[in-house]
């Protein structure tokens, strides 16, 4: 069973910086596309980045410029860099990938506030 474990959530001032990583197991890592979503309370799942299997990402309009998605392939671990962080960044962190079904991990909270 693909398991997806989120980690490097917490409390954070605007303006400030944190780094999320999933770390993936029981299938093969490089070869999918992984993903990062979020969501915050009364909305919807929103997608925040995309990292294909060979390197190329895409990111949301409303993150662009501030986060960073990237993979290591050798340690089977996709990451989020955030930096500039603002209040309407606060959601849950999910990170995501399809194999031969949709995987998800628990999600990791991230909270900006002053």
């Known amino acids: 069973q693909v398991q997806l474990v989120e980690s490097g959530g917490g409390l954070v001032q605007p303006g400030g910086s944190l780094r999320l990583s999933c770390a993936a197991s029981r299938f093969s890592f490089s070869r999918y596309a992984m993903d990062w979503y979020r969501q915050a309370p009364g909305k919807a799942r929103e997608l925040v980045a995309t990292i294909t299997s060979n390197g190329n990402t895409k990111y949301a309009d409303s993150v662009k410029g501030r986060f960073t998605i990237s993979r290591d392939n050798a340690k089977n671990t996709a990451y989020l860099q955030m930096n500039s962080l603002k209040p309407e960044d606060t959601a849950v962190y999910f990170c995501?990938?399809?194999?031969?079904?949709?995987?998800w991990g628990q999600g990791t909270q991230v909270t900006v506030s002053s």
């Open positions: 995501h990938t399809v194999t031969w079904q949709h995987y």
